[in-house]
């Protein structure tokens, strides 16, 4: 009786017991982050130096005000003067990204997607290809009323001991009718590391 | 008669369920309800806090305040909320602070979006 409950017993447990719940699949040394930790595996320019200054930014030229009447806005690239590669694109989508949630502006085609802009134009009322119904016209392109431009840079020092990286990120939005410069922000970020 | 005041203790304990006090629930709208500390810290205080509305936009400026005698670092980010409590935009990015030994200092927090009518501060040691 006691040899039959237990033969059971231990069919039941190596049925059910050792089954895997979990929704994932493959090595448990790969894990998902949090995306919004603050980063400091090295000291070159990482995801939260692009968070904090898309972030940074974005707040900053939203709650100044000028931009009234939800404005078209042209972005250019952001200047990459430091000695690293910084793929500076990343910092203006976010910050273009950030700008539209917040509804404050309208953007036009970026400076470099610009050519596709008008290749696409181009396309559709020189082919011959399309319905003329359906044909985007030229000519009823929106003009941006500014622009946003900016620049990175760093300072970068070194000693046996320590590497001190200092970088300065700073953005101005540019009345394009009268060059004027209406709204200029920066931000800094200082990044040691001690051997 | 021993085992009779065993069970009644035992019971005693379970029934309280072995509970450390709990911290006072701070009154809605104060100060100290818009802070969560994660975690235990003893050295940083959040002295004020001024709220604002520019342009349209929640502009939220924090004084905190450093108690101990040597520099503390100090995990922080807001998060904003509509009418109804809940975000109003995703979260975040922490950011690290230091405070020096014995420093008083300012943070700010702008809202993302003009929908943002409340705030939490979330303050976080290492």
Known sequence: MFARFSCIAVIALLASGCADTSPTLGSRYITYGDTKAVETVTNEFGSTDLQMIAESMTRSLAQSGVLRGRPVVQVYDVKNKTSEYIDTRDITNSIKTQLMKTGVARFTSDNNAMQSQIDQLKLQNQSGLYKKSTVAKTGNMIAAKYRIEGSISSIVKRSSDYKDVFYKFSLQLIDVESGLAEWMDEKEIRKTTER | ?126
């Open chain 2, 1 to 126: 008669m021993d085992f009779k005041f065993i069970t009644v203790v035992a019971i005693a304990l379970l029934a309280s369920g072995c509970a450390s006090p709990q911290p006072p629930v701070p009154a809605p709208g104060s100060a100290a309800s818009k802070v969560m500390v994660m975690g235990p810290q003893k050295y940083i205080v959040v002295e004020a806090m001024r709220v604002a509305r520019e342009n349209g936009f929640m502009i939220v400026d924090v004084q905190l305040s450093n108690s101990a005698e040597k520099n503390k670092t100090l995990y922080y980010r807001f998060a904003w909320l509509g009418a109804e409590g809940f975000p109003v935009a995703e979260e975040e990015v922490w950011k690290s602070q230091v405070l020096y030994a014995s420093q008083n200092r300012f943070i700010q927090g702008i809202a993302p979006t003009p929908k943002a009518v409340d705030f939490r501060l979330e303050l976080k040691t290492p």
